[in-house]
């Protein structure tokens, strides 16, 4: 069955620093997602994208982050000057539909230090 | 807002045991309805979907689901625990904010498992 892919799936970084975290979504699916779940709290909804641009985001989705296709098979997303707080498991998700199931990444555990 | 309540937030039973988890929501017209399950060090996975039509639904894994609409309910069931069951389960309602089927997930309910 075909799945979604991230890596790394462990990244630590310095507060201040930039990550990249990398998602290969399945293939012939047309809408990606970012979810996030700091430790002990539930997945929480960041930013959707379709048809090479941003469909909706949360407000957690300030200008620090930035999503991108920068390809025909990645979805990437940047934190740029990361913050303690943006410690979390990141998830991808990618779906053929709007109303049809996400598939869900096994997520990137990011920690800043 | 649309919301998503787990009232359980860690759940023991015995292997063999059946089970019920918990998942009220709130929205006003019909809604898509799911249970993911994350095991340690896991994505999620979905286990099933309600999106209409039958409000019995079944899953994988044996789990089953019933949508209720006069208890805005949509609880997770399965008759005989396995001790691999062992993971936490969230349920999700794809949010009508906005378009793009974005999910609002509850808490979660961690499912231990004793022998």
């Known amino acids: 069955e075909p799945e979604v892919t991230q890596t790394p799936s462990h990244q630590v970084t310095q507060m201040g620093q930039e990550v990249i975290l990398r998602c290969v979504p399945i293939?012939?699916?047309?809408?990606f997602y970012w979810y996030r779940q700091i430790l002990g709290q539930k997945v929480e909804f960041l930013v959707s994208f379709y048809n090479n641009e941003i469909s909706e985001k949360s407000e957690i989705f300030d200008d620090q982050f930035s999503v991108e296709r920068p390809d025909g098979s990645n979805f990437t997303l940047k934190i740029r000057s990361t913050k303690l707080e943006d410690s979390a498991m990141y998830f991808c998700?990618?779906?053929?539909?709007?109303?049809?199931?996400?598939?869900f990444g096994d997520g990137t555990r990011l920690s800043i230090l | 807002a649309q919301s998503v309540t787990q009232p359980d937030i860690h759940i023991t039973v015995s292997e063999g045991a059946s089970l019920e988890l918990r998942c009220n929501y709130s929205?006003?017209?019909?809604?898509?309805l799911f249970w993911y399950v994350q095991s340690p060090g896991q994505g999620l996975q979905l286990l099933l979907k309600y999106f209409s039509g039958d409000t019995l639904v079944q899953g994988i894994k044996g789990f089953e689901a019933e949508f209720k609409r006069s208890q805005s309910s949509f609880n997770l069931r399965k008759p005989s625990v396995h001790w691999s069951d062992a993971a936490e389960y969230f349920c999700a309602v794809v949010s009508y904010g906005g378009s793009q089927g974005n999910l609002i997930f509850g808490k979660g309910t961690k499912l231990s498992v004793k022998p």
């Open positions: 998700a990618s779906a053929d539909d709007t109303y049809q199931p996400q598939h």
């Open positions: 929205y006003g017209a019909t809604p898509y």
């Open positions: 293939s012939n699916h047309l809408y």
